[in-house]
């Protein structure tokens, strides 16, 4: 047989990337079709086989003497806005939905006090996080690493970025077996007790090494903490308030960095004791196991969550957790009927196949994976734990002596904390993405005006001035932005069969680079000397607003299983949008312009889930 011509090739050639488009153009449709149906699961079934369906669930699960309030909570799960004309309602049930309505954070006890469990463990990952500030001015004399030589300022950087090593390669990827194994409030409790029992061992090293060792363990600890109290706040709480109660992760997170900050002042000054050299520090280290105690000790008090319940068909406990959790039946039957459904569809997409990689090669998930890690990874390069971990150091570089750097410290987590609240009420009404895009831009300036304040004399009053405002001016627009909304928005962003695998992978990336974070800042400070260590990470605040605008979508006041079609918007339909939005939206807000309004990119209207969105449709990023 004579060999195809350049002309019968290229034919071949052509057939062949014809037939590749259409295949591309069939999986587009296919996983339309799959992010519609998970976004709207309910929309245009009769309210006859609607009725039916939950009465066969109530039934089929264990929850018969429920029919009726399942029956009701199907309706409204199917058209939320439209329950003033189910006739199955009674008054009284109209009158809870409208109250849901009107006073959003009216909430069960059982919520608030889920909200202090969570807010008790962000206390320990902060102190877990600032203690090592004080501690840094004693154990690394005492234990020979001279901050003058290269290598020890390596070293140093190694033994602060060891829990955060930990996390990145093993803790985190601890997330998903303990969850499956021992559920949220399991791996809780687990992660509490290695955090805890970490901490006393600490405070017993007698050598650089072994102070490594015992803080890579630690990392065991903070790791499968860190990415399961978000996802487990963000899975007990109502859709619009889940904001600001997921947020009081990072909220509370400050707190405990602040609280860390306490302990190094007042264990300062405590003596050393026959046979104890470098007591202070130790006590600093150790303290921080005193919340992770009180953590194991709550956590086996709060329900657990009902949407890890019913992965594990559990429904009639996932019932009794959501009772706990809302104010009445028919809300708790509603959103137990939603979930369900939710899950049913999913789980037509989800048999037999790799989870890991399903983060990437699905789009709506690959969106909701490259959102997360970007809010994750500006977390750690926007510069903050430089100062958590190093502001003792920096102050004591700016002519403040050890006591006062270590308040000057305090001052900065109390900044920290205090200018987190004013999120805890714009999270979820001016919400996450434009936080985001307010404070990077400030972000950036204080960093700046930081590092130039170090061309002031030393010997100069306003030196020590203008470096501690810089600092803290650069806290107040951290806080209520790139502070809460990435733990808050990883939580919330994956859909429910790859939500602990999609979260290992976002906490494992920001650990990673806050181990890249801590271990190079101090040579770094040597080398770029502050100036130029404080410009390199205000670069990355411009680095970041523009990921923000262009890659990140807003996820507020939507439940968990509506965001699938948010994450249905293909990547380059939203950067371009967001690039013809940003000239517009300067000239309105900035300038005062009168200008048209855009098109919105997505709109939520009628049934569960339905969204329309311009410009063009569903496809492939």
């Not at 005492?142 to 090593?165: C, E, H, K, M, T």
């Not at 920290?416 to 919400?431: C, H, K, M, S, Y």
Request: with cysteine; hydrophobic share 50%.
């Amino acid at each position: 047989m004579s060999a195809p011509s350049i002309k019968e090739n290229s034919s071949i050639e052509k057939k062949a990337a014809s037939f590749d488009a259409r295949q591309e153009v069939q999986q587009i449709d296919d996983v339309t079709n799959l992010n519609i149906k998970l976004a709207n699961p309910l929309a245009g079934i009769s309210h006859e086989q609607l009725i039916a369906d939950a009465e066969e669930f109530a039934i089929s699960h264990d929850l018969g003497h429920l029919v009726e309030e399942f029956k009701k909570g199907a309706l409204v799960a199917q058209d939320p806005t439209n329950f003033e004309n189910i006739s199955l309602l009674t008054e009284d049930d109209k009158a809870i939905l409208r109250r849901e309505l009107t006073n959003r954070w009216d909430q069960p006890a059982m919520l608030y006090y889920l909200v202090i469990l969570c807010s008790v463990a962000a206390c320990v990952q902060g102190m877990d996080e600032s203690v090592i500030n004080g501690a840094n001015l004693f154990f690394a004399p005492q234990f020979g690493l001279d901050q003058a030589i290269g290598r020890n300022q390596w070293l140093l950087g190694l033994v602060n970025s060891a829990p955060y090593l930990c996390c990145a390669f093993i803790g985190c990827w601890l997330t998903d077996p303990l969850n499956r194994y021992f559920g949220r409030r399991g791996a809780i409790f687990v992660s509490a007790t290695l955090s805890a029992l970490t901490c006393v061992w600490q405070g017993v090293t007698n050598s650089w090494p072994h102070l490594f060792i015992a803080r890579f363990v630690l990392g065991l600890g903070i790791g499968p903490k860190s990415a399961t109290v978000p996802v487990y706040a963000a899975e007990c709480a109502p859709a619009p308030i889940r904001g600001a109660l997921v947020m009081m992760w990072q909220m509370w997170t400050a707190f405990g960095i602040m609280l860390g900050y306490v302990a190094d002042l007042v264990l300062y000054k405590v003596p050393n004791k026959p046979h104890i050299t470098g007591l202070n520090w130790r006590l600093m280290l150790a303290s921080a196991g005193l919340p992770a105690f009180a953590l194991m000790a709550q956590v086996y008090f709060c329900p657990e969550s009902p949407r890890w319940l019913m992965s594990k068909g559990r429904y009639d406990k996932a019932y009794d957790s959501l009772a706990r959790l809302r104010r009445s039946p028919l809300q708790a039957a509603r959103d137990l009927y939603y979930i369900h459904v939710c899950l049913e569809a999913e789980a037509e997409l989800t048999q037999n196949r790799n989870r890991f990689f399903e983060l990437f090669t699905v789009p709506r998930n690959r969106r909701a994976t490259l959102a997360s890690l970007i809010v994750m990874f500006l977390q750690q390069f926007c510069g903050v734990n430089v100062i958590a971990y190093y502001s003792s150091t920096i102050f004591t570089q700016a002519s403040f002596t050890e006591i006062q750097a270590l308040l000057a410290s305090w001052g900065f987590g109390a900044v920290n904390w205090a200018f987190a609240f004013p999120a805890v009420w714009t999270i979820d009404t001016f919400g996450r993405r434009n936080l985001l895009l307010t404070t990077f831009p400030l972000m950036a300036v204080f960093l700046l005006m930081t590092g130039f304040a170090f061309w002031i004399p030393a010997d100069s009053q306003a030196r020590l001035a203008v470096v501690a405002l810089g600092i803290y001016l650069f806290g107040v627009a951290y806080s209520p932005g790139e502070g809460p909304v990435p733990f808050t928005y990883s939580a919330e962003a994956f859909p429910l069969y790859v939500r602990d695998i999609g979260m290992s992978l976002a906490t494992a990336w920001l650990w990673f680079f806050n181990f890249v974070v801590a271990i190079t800042f101090p040579r770094l400070l040597g080398a770029f000397k502050p100036q130029g260590a404080f410009g390199w990470y205000a670069g990355w605040n411009l680095i970041g607003f523009v990921l923000i605008l262009l890659f990140v979508p807003e996820t507020k006041s939507l439940s968990l299983e509506e965001l699938d079609q948010v994450f249905s918007v293909p990547t380059h339909i939203h950067a371009a949008y967001q690039l013809k939005a940003l000239p517009h939206n300067i000239k309105k807000y900035i300038f005062r312009m009168k200008v048209d309004p855009l098109p919105p990119l997505y709109e939520h209207e009628g049934a569960v889930g339905e969204k329309h969105y311009a410009p063009g449709g569903v496809g492939a990023a």
